[in-house]
């Protein structure tokens, strides 16, 4: 639809709502005015009546009542009137038709005459006492047909006006669009490329003030087309010599990034190493400790086994003794053989070799599977560790796995005392946290003169595990506290201690595993270091 179109509906529109709106009102108050006269009048002329009568019904002059009922069917619109005695009895009546000789049925709304006669009555009192009444009727025709001609001049009326605004919105209309027609044409010219446009400005009205912005608009955009076309032959010449730059640029930045591959690769096998140190460093602090623990199985189980060697040459030498025994077929030999069988088992013992045997066997077997346990632990805990891949872990086996290495290193001065809570299994790098436990139980060991304890513990709190590790050991100066995972810092004694254990610790915790370390210590009473390490179930596996 087009504007003018638009323009000519939406005032005809607006103007019939306000002139339905006028007409209505008008006609209303019309009638509610015409209609309130009309009973007032009729109820007016009712109560006179009744009052001009009054003395001639009291005294029964029926002839003075016609000539009152003749005098009052003077008024205009009157139909008929009449007087009624006391007990209903006609005294006189004038103006009566066929179609009001019935019974009398007073009407109370104007509007609700359906005969074009308003009836009313008025009753004649005297000293409280009714007497009789006058009943009149008033013709509402001609008011209906004045009504009625009202409405069809306002409708004409409106009509005209409907038609007159509808000239006027077609004029204003085709004004407006024929100088925004101007403006599309000029637009169309710009869109398609041609900006020497320039619309003609007529008047001073805002259609006047559009067609100079526009012109305003024309200008500056052909200025910044010509200063676009600079531009752009500007811009053409620097890329000509831009691709050179970033050429070389290129080859600049490949050659920094491969050094700094090879950069990252060589400290992270730098790091590998670094902790491959640290481990081997502890596995030689326990060195001795594990060798001790495995020289006492290995011992008893030496000598389990020449004890075991003296009873199997025992029981061959049996063996060999009883095949003579049933080669022989003379009975004294037989006999003779039979005695020599009976005194070697007396002197072998055979009934304590039977009983001890199966002794001997088990504890070789306990022997041997402690030597094993051992050195799987000490193999397991010491090798270089494949990949950096995440396995889902039980932190509390790492904490078992850890104390049975450092076993020998913690038991002769400590108690270790235990308390591993409900904790689920976590995405983490195994190798790396046994390291991190190990190193915390040295140094408390380490921090412990004479006898001490230490307490390790775990638990879950919200979505992380919590491992602490608490000593009563000599605790750590508050100055210190700040610089302890510092890398080569150490409060040991120089040769006692490389300075690197917590600074490897802190990397493998924070940096690999996005955990925390905090450190509690007090001196002369203790410390606790706590490992905080996130949760991590299948669906939060890191990507490695």
Same mark, same amino acid.
């Given at each position: 639809?087009?504007? $003018?179109?638009?323009?000519?509906?939406?005032?005809?529109?607006?103007?019939?709502?306000? !002139?339905?709106? !006028?007409?209505?009102?008008?006609?209303?108050?019309?009638?509610?005015?015409?209609?309130? =006269?009309?009973?007032?009048?009729?109820?007016? #002329?009712?109560?006179?009546? %009744?009052?001009?009568?009054?003395?001639?019904?009291?005294?029964? @002059?029926? %002839?003075?009542?016609?000539?009152?009922?003749?005098?009052? +069917?003077?008024? /205009?619109?009157?139909?008929?009137? $009449?007087?009624?005695? /006391?007990?209903?009895?006609?005294?006189?009546?004038?103006? +009566?038709?066929? =179609?009001?000789?019935?019974?009398?049925? /007073?009407?109370?709304?104007?509007?609700?005459? @359906? @005969?074009?006669?308003?009836?009313?009555?008025?009753?004649?009192?005297?000293?409280?006492?009714?007497?009789?009444?006058?009943?009149?009727? !008033?013709?509402?025709?001609?008011?209906?047909?004045?009504?009625?001609?009202?409405?069809?001049?306002?409708?004409?009326?409106?009509?005209?006006?409907?038609?007159?605004?509808?000239l006027f919105s077609l004029i204003l209309g085709t004004y407006l669009t024929r100088q925004l027609r101007v403006l599309t044409i000029a637009a169309k010219d710009i869109a398609a490329g041609n900006l020497d446009i320039h619309v003609e400005v007529k008047g001073k009205d805002e259609i006047a003030e559009v067609s100079g912005a526009f012109n305003s608009m024309a200008s500056n955009l052909k200025e910044a087309s010509e200063r676009r076309d600079q531009y752009e032959r500007e811009l053409e010449s620097l890329n000509k010599s831009l691709e050179d730059r970033v050429k070389q640029r290129t080859s600049e930045l490949q050659d920094k990034n491969r050094q700094l591959e090879q950069a990252n690769k060589d400290i992270k096998e730098a790091q590998s190493r670094l902790l491959q140190s640290e481990k081997m460093a502890s596995v030689g602090v326990l060195a001795a400790g594990v060798a001790h623990e495995i020289n006492n199985p290995l011992g008893f189980v030496m000598s389990n086994i020449g004890t075991l060697d003296e009873y199997v040459t025992n029981y061959r030498t049996l063996v060999s003794e009883y095949e003579k025994f049933f080669v022989l077929k003379d009975s004294s030999e037989r006999k003779e053989q039979f005695q020599k069988i009976k005194a070697m088992r007396e002197d072998f013992d055979i009934e304590f070799m039977n009983e001890d045997l199966e002794g001997l066997l088990q504890d070789t077997q306990e022997g041997s599977v402690r030597v094993r346990d051992i050195v799987k632990g000490l193999k397991s805990f010491s090798h270089v560790d494949q990949s950096d891949e995440m396995q889902l872990t039980d932190i509390n086996d790492c904490i078992n796995a850890t104390l049975k290495v450092a076993n020998n290193e913690l038991k002769y001065h400590c108690e270790v005392i235990t308390s591993l809570g409900e904790i689920p299994q976590t995405y983490c790098m195994? =190798?790396?946290?046994?390291?991190?436990?190990?190193?915390? +139980?040295?140094?408390?060991?380490?921090?412990?003169?004479?006898?001490?304890?230490?307490?390790?513990?775990?638990?879950?709190?919200?979505? $992380?595990?919590?491992?602490?590790? $608490?000593?009563?050991?000599?605790?750590?100066? #508050?100055?210190?506290?700040?610089?302890?995972?510092? /890398?080569?810092?150490?409060?040991?004694?120089? &040769?006692?201690?490389?300075? +690197?254990?917590?600074?490897?610790?802190?990397?493998?915790?924070?940096? @690999?595993?996005?955990?925390?370390?905090?450190?509690?210590?007090?001196? &002369?009473?203790?410390?606790?270091?706590?490992?905080v390490i996130p949760i991590l179930t299948g669906a939060a596996k890191p990507n490695t």
């Amino acid at each position: 639809m087009s504007l $003018r179109l638009k323009t000519i509906f939406g005032i005809a529109f607006i103007e019939a709502i306000l !002139l339905l709106l !006028l007409v209505s009102m008008t006609l209303d108050y019309l009638k509610e005015t015409n209609y309130e =006269g009309i009973q007032k009048r009729a109820n007016t #002329t009712a109560t006179l009546f %009744a009052t001009t009568t009054k003395d001639a019904v009291l005294s029964y @002059d029926l %002839a003075s009542l016609e000539s009152f009922v003749q005098e009052v +069917l003077k008024n /205009p619109d009157l139909v008929y009137a $009449r007087v009624l005695g /006391p007990e209903g009895q006609l005294f006189a009546i004038g103006g +009566l038709d066929s =179609g009001h000789e019935g019974d009398f049925k /007073p009407d109370h709304h104007v509007e609700q005459v @359906d @005969d074009g006669v308003y009836d009313t009555f008025a009753e004649i009192v005297e000293g409280g006492a009714v007497y009789g009444r006058v009943e009149l009727g !008033l013709d509402i025709n001609s008011l209906r047909e004045t009504i009625v001609e009202a409405q069809h001049r306002s409708a004409t009326i409106a009509a005209s006006e409907m038609g007159l605004v509808a000239l006027f919105s077609l004029i204003l209309g085709t004004y407006l669009t024929r100088q925004l027609r101007v403006l599309t044409i000029a637009a169309k010219d710009i869109a398609a490329g041609n900006l020497d446009i320039h619309v003609e400005v007529k008047g001073k009205d805002e259609i006047a003030e559009v067609s100079g912005a526009f012109n305003s608009m024309a200008s500056n955009l052909k200025e910044a087309s010509e200063r676009r076309d600079q531009y752009e032959r500007e811009l053409e010449s620097l890329n000509k010599s831009l691709e050179d730059r970033v050429k070389q640029r290129t080859s600049e930045l490949q050659d920094k990034n491969r050094q700094l591959e090879q950069a990252n690769k060589d400290i992270k096998e730098a790091q590998s190493r670094l902790l491959q140190s640290e481990k081997m460093a502890s596995v030689g602090v326990l060195a001795a400790g594990v060798a001790h623990e495995i020289n006492n199985p290995l011992g008893f189980v030496m000598s389990n086994i020449g004890t075991l060697d003296e009873y199997v040459t025992n029981y061959r030498t049996l063996v060999s003794e009883y095949e003579k025994f049933f080669v022989l077929k003379d009975s004294s030999e037989r006999k003779e053989q039979f005695q020599k069988i009976k005194a070697m088992r007396e002197d072998f013992d055979i009934e304590f070799m039977n009983e001890d045997l199966e002794g001997l066997l088990q504890d070789t077997q306990e022997g041997s599977v402690r030597v094993r346990d051992i050195v799987k632990g000490l193999k397991s805990f010491s090798h270089v560790d494949q990949s950096d891949e995440m396995q889902l872990t039980d932190i509390n086996d790492c904490i078992n796995a850890t104390l049975k290495v450092a076993n020998n290193e913690l038991k002769y001065h400590c108690e270790v005392i235990t308390s591993l809570g409900e904790i689920p299994q976590t995405y983490c790098m195994a =190798g790396q946290i046994k390291q991190v436990i190990l190193n915390m +139980l040295l140094n408390a060991a380490h921090a412990i003169k004479g006898k001490g304890k230490i307490e390790v513990a775990t638990s879950q709190v919200g979505d $992380r595990i919590e491992l602490s590790i $608490r000593d009563n050991g000599c605790g750590i100066d #508050t100055a210190d506290q700040g610089k302890l995972f510092d /890398p080569f810092f150490t409060t040991k004694v120089v &040769g006692e201690g490389t300075g +690197l254990g917590l600074s490897i610790s802190y990397g493998i915790i924070v940096d @690999d595993h996005k955990g925390d370390i905090r450190v509690e210590s007090e001196l &002369g009473e203790g410390s606790c270091f706590t490992v905080v390490i996130p949760i991590l179930t299948g669906a939060a596996k890191p990507n490695t």
